[in-house]
């Protein structure tokens, strides 16, 4: 019996779905969730944007398109090294630094494999970050 694939176009395989994230061409790799904000961000790979650092804890920048994380699972404890979707910003966050986030809700995008952490900590207020799906 073959595997059966979820994909919503002819070359986007979500399970085992990996983002590659380059800052000041420095490359970051990131193991993403199977969640519906995923599958809408990586319809739209490659981009890049410019992430506007945030209260001492996370890099962000809002998306160029509507989402929505309604089927998703919302969580409040966020870890740094790890890719979370805010919906009241529309906000694609890279976090540097762990942060309780209630009473706001937010969606887990994914884990980084290398420290990006260690790296964007000691950036300036402004950051491009390229984003594509990784292979």
């Not at 540097?96 to 950036?123: H, Q, R």
Request: aromatic share 14%.
């Amino acid at each position: 019996m073959g595997r059966v694939v979820f994909t919503l176009c002819d070359n986007l395989d979500i399970k085992d779905m990996k983002f590659k994230f380059t800052v000041n061409g420095k490359v970051f790799h990131a193991n993403m969730t199977d969640n519906d904000i995923v599958i809408q961000i990586a319809q739209n790979l490659p981009m890049e944007r410019e992430y506007l650092r945030f209260s001492g804890h996370e890099y962000y920048t809002r998306l160029p398109f509507p989402t929505s994380d309604r089927r998703c699972k919302k969580e409040f404890q966020a870890h740094k090294n790890e890719i979370w979707y805010f919906g009241g910003w529309n906000a694609f966050t890279i976090l540097f630094g762990d942060y309780n986030t209630a009473p706001f809700e937010v969606v887990k995008l994914g884990e980084m494999v290398e420290d990006i952490a260690s790296y964007i900590s000691g950036l300036g207020d402004k950051i491009t970050i390229l984003c594509e799906i990784d292979g």
